[in-house]
Every structure is written in C-alpha cells, then in structure tokens.
C-alpha cells in the first residue's frame, strides 16, 4: 500500500507565496474593480532587454534548422555558457573552472535539491528570517535537526556562525528576506567555522547584481578559504529577468572536501545527482544567458537593476517620511519593514491590503524573528509603486 511522504505534513498549510496569492484573491472577489498594488513577491516586471531577446529568438532560429537544431544538451550545461560565467568569476578575481559550474533552470531547484547529496542525519543551519525553501526542503527529506540562526535589528539581520557545530549551514547574501548584505569579515567568519568543523556554506548568490557597494562581496569565492567549504548557487532571475525564462547555475569546487572524500568527490556527487534528475536547461534559455553575459547585455540589465534599486530608493525614502523605520533596499531589491507596535506580520498585511490594497510579504512566514516586519520588494512597475506608496500615505490609519 502506497503511503504519502509524512514529512509534508510538518509544513505550513500552503507555501507563503500561495497564501499570500490566495488571500489577495479571496479580497479582490470581495471587492471587484479595487485596483491592487503589489510589493509582495519578488518577481521581475520589466521587458527583457533587446540584446537578450535577440539571443533568445536566436536561440529559438536555430531550432528550426536541421543544421543547427539540438535535442537533448548536456545535463550540466552549455560548455559556452560554463566558459562564460568562469570568465565572470575572474572579473571578481576569483578562479572557478567551467567544469565546477552547473547550468540549472533556476536557484530555487537547486536551493531545494543541494541537500539531497547529504547524509539524512546532516544537521542543518539556516538564518531567522530565511527564505522558506532551504527549510522545507530539508524538512521533506527528513533532516531531523534543524538550526536557526537569529538575524534581528540588534545584529544589523546579518547573522553569526552557530555556537554548535553543524554540517549544513545556508547563507543567503544579499539577504531574501531582510535585504541586509553580510560584509567580508562576516562571511570569512562562516568560512573559517566551516573549515574548523569540516561543514558546507550553501551560499546563495541570487542578489548579488544588486550589490552598489563595492566593499561588499558579490560571492562567497571571494572569500580566502571558501573553496575548500562553500557551494554557490546563482541565478538570472533577479540579474536579468528570467524569472519565467528559467536559468540558474550552481557551482561545485573540486576543492569541496567533505569527511571521507577526495577533491572532486563532491563535484561528482551533484554531476550524478543531475545527470540523474535533470535533463539539462532549455536551450533557448541558455541562448539567452549567454548573451546576458556579453559586454551589451550586461550594459543593459544593470539599466533594469538600476531601474528596480530606483523603486527601491522610492520607498525606502517615502516610508522613512512617513514614520516608518525601514531596513534593506540599498545594495539589495527587498525591504524589510518594522511594523508598528500591536500588529502582528499578518494582521499589517491584512490591514495593508484592505486599506491601502498594498501586497506585502508577512515578515513571520520567513521565520519567528520575522514577526514584526513586512517584506515589501522593488520589482513592481514605477507608477504602481508610486500609486502604492500613495495610498499607503493616503488611506492607512494610524
Ligand atoms: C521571493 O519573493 O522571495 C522570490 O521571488 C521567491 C523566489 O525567487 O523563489
């Protein structure tokens, strides 16, 4: 007799993003015609731009030659593209073969499948907040111990490596949800724990297009030390508007080490994992990346990421104006804001929407130190963001 997985029923009824979708569905068909402002989810809005999409419909053309059509490529990716994001990693002074990168359809598959090449008994750190997907998909794979690590406005949200030893430890900088940003002494403290206690970073890189600063790290390889410890998951969501295009890529140094293998063991652990459960990235997509990755297409998504850190300037600013004390936004496309007192995350939500028809992302569903603070992300069009923040001053009482 066939049985469910029981681990599902240890997670919260929906996943945040369809609670959040299913609540402002229940209000629009309660209140028809109401125009509503959406800031919660991080999903990009802005067209692809022209470099892109040429390398997209290329993409598309050569599928319609006998000459240049491909079926299946390689499960780990175009070797161009491999090549072109190792050319990427140097422009950080960073050393990454093409064989240590694999092209995926996004971070957040990968973010959720990293795991499966860990024994079950791993005991796994995660920051407090955290983006809800590296929890559940240790808790579906029954990884019994689960750490948090708490990220609070009294450690700037950035957190501290466990006091405990650990196996797995989850970094997510630019941080979804708070926007905070960890500094180079904050992640070499992660390396150098890692390396005392032999345990992995899974260090998740989706934001780092947004990063202004240059002090601050964009990768955890630049860190001295990293290789030997850290796995880094990317993305061109966020970089370059893929989020329904889908590509990502994950990189697996032959220099990761685990207790009891040799260099490259691990690197030959993910290569099985998908080869085995992946049939490779679109090919169009991964037309498309790689001219994400030339001098022009480059030139043209920081205009779109400008375009987006703008929005988030607006905000930043308008809700500071406004009373609201509000962190992130600055070298990162989320906000995280400080709820008035006697609110609960969900009950501003409630109150944003009903009053304002503003979408936020309740603090609390990333984590128990998220209650008290609203999510709110850039990527909306400009004028909604502008209509939203208006209404927010306009129609929210006190
Ligand atoms: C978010 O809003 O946190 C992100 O869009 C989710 C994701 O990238 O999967």
Not at 77 to 84: C, F, N, S, T, V
Not at 90 to 101: F, G, R, S, T, Y
Not at 135 to 155: E, F, H, R, W
Not at 337 to 343: A, E, V
Request: glycine fraction near 10%.
């Amino acid at each position: 007799m066939a049985t469910i997985n029981k681990n599902f029923k240890k997670l919260a009824g929906n996943y945040l993003f369809s609670e959040i979708a299913k609540r402002t569905k229940v209000f629009s068909e309660e209140n028809p015609g109401v125009e509503i402002l959406r800031l919660g989810i991080g999903n990009t809005t802005q067209p692809l731009p022209p470099t892109i999409i040429k390398g997209l419909l290329h993409g598309v053309k050569k599928l319609a030659d006998v000459k240049t059509y491909t079926g299946y490529g390689d499960e780990q990716g175009d070797m161009r593209l491999r090549e072109a994001l190792s050319d990427r990693y140097k422009k950080l002074a960073v050393d990454i073969e093409p064989l240590e990168i694999f092209i995926s359809d996004g971070a957040k598959p990968d973010s959720a499948n990293i795991q499966s090449i860990f024994a079950a008994d791993s005991v796994v750190a995660v920051a407090d907040p955290v983006y809800p997907v590296y929890v559940d998909s240790n808790i579906l794979a029954d990884k019994k111990k689960i750490v948090y690590m708490p990220c609070t406005q009294g450690n700037g949200f950035i957190p501290s490596p466990p006091k405990t030893k650990v196996d797995l430890v989850y970094l997510c900088s630019p941080n979804n949800p708070t926007g905070a940003v960890m500094r180079r002494a904050q992640l070499k403290a992660f390396v150098d724990y890692a390396n005392k206690f032999k345990a992995v970073i899974i260090f998740d890189a989706a934001y780092c297009e947004y990063i202004y600063d240059k002090s601050l790290p964009k990768s955890i390889y630049q860190i001295a030390g990293s290789q030997s410890c850290a796995i880094e998951i990317n993305s061109f969501s966020k970089w370059a508007g893929f989020t329904g295009v889908r590509l990502g890529w994950t990189v697996v140094p032959t220099d990761l080490v685990l207790d009891g293998t040799k260099k490259g063991e691990v690197n030959a652990l993910w290569n099985r994992r998908q080869t085995t459960m992946f049939n490779g990235a679109s090919n169009i997509a991964q037309e498309g990346g790689l001219t994400v990755l030339s001098k022009n297409g480059q030139r043209e998504c920081q205009k779109v990421i400008d375009y987006y850190m703008g929005n988030a300037r607006i905000i930043r600013t308008s809700l500071i104006k406004m009373g609201f004390e509000v962190f992130g936004g600055e070298n990162a496309p989320y906000l995280w804001l400080k709820i008035p007192h006697g609110f609960t995350s969900w009950g501003f939500f409630d109150k944003l929407l009903h009053q304002a028809h503003v979408v936020g992302t309740p603090g609390s569903g990333f984590g128990q130190n998220g209650e008290g603070y609203l999510r709110l992300s850039a990527f909306g069009h400009r004028e909604n963001i502008k209509k939203a923040l208006n209404s927010i001053k306009k129609n929210l009482k006190p």
